[in-house]
């Protein structure tokens, strides 16, 4: 039997003790320890993007990374973005206007990985938004209403700030 370890998290501004075994990988405790389900699990070798989560404020792939790991630091996942639940944020109204998403499964990895992106580039080129989503993958959309969503946010975003 493996023995359990004490770590100490921040999850979307909520502050979590928890008992996990030393292998148990980051995507799973968010999910199965925590129920926040929308962090999606894909490939499980950090290829899709699926499982992007923001970790101390940096775009990382859950799936590839231990529970353990993660004592001490804060995490954002796509449950904590919204301000309130009566309101999405910008990148989540630009992707709903868009058209952005199809069947929705790939979407909280690019939402996560674009927040950060945004934030440092308020007025992104195609190219640069390609480039910065290229580790998502998306078997739905074509990517074109993506990058579409990703100038409606940025103009949402930089509109509100």
């Not at 979590?16 to 075994?21: A, K, L």
């Not at 109204?93 to 950060?116: I, N, R, S, Y």
């Not at 390609?130 to 990058?147: F, K, P, Q």
Request: net charge negative.
């Amino acid at each position: 039997m493996t023995d359990l370890v004490t770590i100490n998290v921040r999850v979307n501004g909520v502050d979590y003790q928890r008992q996990v075994e030393p292998r148990l990988l980051l995507s799973d405790f968010i999910r199965h320890d925590l129920n926040l389900t929308g962090t999606h699990v894909g490939c499980e070798h950090g290829v899709c993007g699926s499982c992007t989560i923001l970790f101390d404020g940096q775009p990382i792939r859950s799936c590839l990374l231990f529970a353990v790991q993660a004592d001490g630091h804060n995490i954002l996942t796509i449950e904590g973005l919204a301000p309130d639940p009566d309101h999405l944020h910008p990148i989540q109204e630009a992707f709903h206007e868009a058209h952005a998403l199809q069947c929705g499964f790939c979407t909280p990895g690019f939402v996560m990985t674009l927040k950060p992106f945004l934030e440092e580039n308020p007025d992104p080129s195609d190219e640069e938004i390609r480039e910065a989503i290229s580790g998502n993958l998306c078997r739905c959309t074509g990517y074109d209403h993506i990058v579409d969503a990703v100038h409606i946010a940025a103009e949402k975003m930089h509109a509100g700030g």
